[in-house]
């Protein structure tokens, strides 16, 4: 059987009925009802009951709700958020530090490894437990770290070099904090 696709406003929501499942598990509250959380973020019941049981198996219980530690479990592994993906951060300034030093990122399943800058007074430092390499050495480190993902926080003159430095490296996600329009291929 052919499993539909979800669709791009139902992949919208489930980060806000995770955060509104999160806000609740920790007010105390076991289980919750569609029309609950229908009420809440002002959607159709109809259309929380569709968007839950897309990604969920746990359908609850009659006039009890479904167990919110179950749906937020299945909501997390739908989005991926249970397998970390590695991702090193280029650029260790202010931005990149605020960047690294968030813990909240790990959460949503994103794991800073490791920072780049072309600054010789950062070069093999270390912040929030991150190593800091010179950007010379940035394919091999992605390479070795089986690093997909790479988040730019250069200033915006060097943000393509550094982007097709990511790209020859291997890196197929990029997350860019500059205001630069990177070319890219499609893949």
């Known amino acids: 059987m052919i499993q539909k696709q979800p669709s791009k406003n139902q992949i919208r929501r489930y980060p806000i009925y995770l955060d509104y499942l999160k806000r609740k598990q920790a007010e105390g509250l076991v289980y919750i009802s569609s029309p609950q959380i ?5 959607l159709s019941e109809e259309q929380v009951r569709k968007d839950l049981n897309f990604v969920s198996r746990n359908f609850g219980k009659p006039k009890v709700g479904r167990e ?21 951060l280029v650029g260790d300034g202010h931005l990149g530090r605020a960047l690294m030093a968030y813990e909240g990122f790990l959460h949503y399943g994103l ?22 390499y010179s950007i010379n050495e940035l394919e091999k480190k992605c390479l070795e770290l089986n690093v997909h993902i790479g988040i730019i926080t250069v200033p915006q003159q060097y943000a393509q070099d550094v982007c097709d430095k990511l790209v020859s490296a291997g890196v197929k996600g990029i997350w860019n904090f500059t205001s630069a329009i990177l070319k890219v291929s499609d893949d």
Do not use: P, T
């Open 68 to 88: 919110i530690k179950l749906l937020i479990f299945d909501i997390e592994e739908f989005l991926g958020y249970r397998d970390s993906q590695r991702a090193v």
């Open 38 to 42: 229908a009420d809440s973020l002002n």
């Open 111 to 132: 794991d800073i490894v490791c920072a780049f800058d072309n600054d010789i007074n950062k070069i093999d430092c270390i912040f929030y437990n991150k190593s800091i």
